[in-house]
């Protein structure tokens, strides 16, 4: 559990999530950002959004949970 329900639907770790126009991402946990300094839950998006916000909190309300990479991975291929 993410710890973000109170904004949020209760997320967990490796959960699909979905955004505006259909973008889709997986909750991971370690660490995030340019130079890897944050530490916590974030959005690992798919490889078309590249450059979208990472942090979990700013998507507070705007995302959708659609499954679980780990009971679904077809619902998503990101990373390497």
Not at 7 to 25: H, K, L, Q, T, Y
Not at 41 to 54: A, D, H, L, T, V
Request: with cysteine; hydrophobic share 40%.
């Amino acid at each position: 559990f993410c710890g973000v329900a109170i904004f949020m639907p209760i997320m967990f770790e490796n959960d699909v999530v979905r955004a505006s126009g259909g973008v889709r991402g997986v909750i991971r946990f370690g660490r995030y950002g340019d130079e890897k300094m944050d530490y916590g839950f974030y959005i690992e998006w798919e490889k078309s959004q590249p450059y979208w916000r990472n942090d979990i909190y700013y998507w507070q309300n705007k995302l959708r949970v659609i499954g679980s990479y780990i009971d679904n991975p077809e619902l998503l291929e990101v990373g390497e």
